[in-house]
């Protein structure tokens, strides 16, 4: 797969999802200084570019590259189904059920101020994610579905989006931002996706900008800072290391997606301030991008292989 491709397969998506016209109760509410309605397209897919170009620039696409195939199958389908499929249905579908059970709270909210109901939104969003990510890697009916997260053997802005499909529909914090817009906080909600994708991008995107933060030692009170507060590459790509026995490795801890706060709090937290050398999962059988994307439905045939039953 050629770096151009990615580029083709994100303008693809951009312009999908641009032309995709959801009803207009979901986008109702006022957008004082948000007057663009497709402010979030524009923003998400800009982040996941300019990462992308810098990993390709920097060769992580080229010739050295172990990603096979089938994980560029996985990486970019996932990523297709996430955004134009399972969140304008979800929201589409918060906004009709809500709609009928409880139409007198429709953009009940609206008047909030803005800068304090956003950090409502955001912290309920990624609270609920740390969650149901912590409990991905704690019951084993989840874990199937987020397992292709993890069979990546090396990091990217794609692996944000390795996951099954049921994964995603079960997610409740694209629920919540769901119910957010039918309560008037839509502003909230673009703040809160554009502000997590960029540090969620970031903290797997080989560009590991938080390296400079630990070359210099007159920047290790701010690194102790930012490494404690959000997901850095260094505390993400732990988590996405093969094996704990490195000393590095954190695949059963450094579950936060945006803030990672949340590790510290909860004791799952591990700095190193290093990056693992093996990334993926132990035995793992290379299963077909079909079953990574569509396990239940579509089973691995793969002797041994967890996703196979």
Not at 83 to 108: D, G, H, S
Not at 238 to 259: C, L, V
Not at 285 to 304: A, C, E
């Amino acid at each position: 797969m050629k770096p151009h491709l990615v580029g083709l397969f994100l303008c693809t998506i951009f312009f999908i999802k641009y032309r995709l016209d959801l009803p207009k109760d979901v986008f109702e509410g006022k957008m004082a200084i948000l007057d663009i309605k497709y402010l979030e397209v524009y923003a998400v897919f800009s982040i996941l570019i300019i990462f992308g170009s810098i990993e390709a620039f920097g060769g992580l696409y080229g010739k050295n590259s172990i990603r096979s195939r089938n994980d560029w199958y996985v990486e970019l389908l996932s990523t297709f189904q996430l955004f134009v499929f399972i969140k304008p249905i979800i929201f589409i579908t918060t906004t009709f059920l809500f709609i009928k059970l409880l139409p007198q709270y429709r953009n009940a909210f609206s008047g909030l101020t803005l800068w304090s109901s956003a950090l409502f939104v955001l912290i309920g969003d990624d609270l609920l994610q740390y969650w149901y990510h912590r409990k991905a890697h704690e019951w084993p009916w989840l874990w199937k579905l987020h397992r292709p997260h993890h069979s990546s053997r090396e990091m990217g802005v794609l692996v944000s989006y390795r996951n099954a499909v049921l994964y995603y529909v079960l997610m409740p914090n694209i629920w919540w931002l769901g119910m957010a817009t039918y309560f008037g906080l839509y502003r909230e909600m673009i703040i809160a996706i554009i502000l997590k994708q960029l540090i969620v991008t970031a903290a797997h995107s080989e560009a590991r900008w938080d390296a400079f933060l630990y070359k210099y030692k007159t920047l290790n009170p701010l690194a102790w800072v930012i490494e404690r507060f959000i997901s850095t590459p260094a505390t993400h790509f732990a988590h996405h290391g093969k094996s704990p026995e490195d000393g590095i490795s954190n695949p059963n801890g450094n579950y936060s997606n945006m803030f990672f706060l949340w590790d510290v709090i909860f004791r799952t937290a591990r700095i190193t301030r290093k990056y693992p050398e093996i990334y993926g999962i132990a035995d793992d059988p290379d299963d077909s991008w079909r079953s990574h994307l569509y396990y239940p439905f579509v089973k691995s045939d793969k002797t041994g292989s967890e996703i196979a039953v």
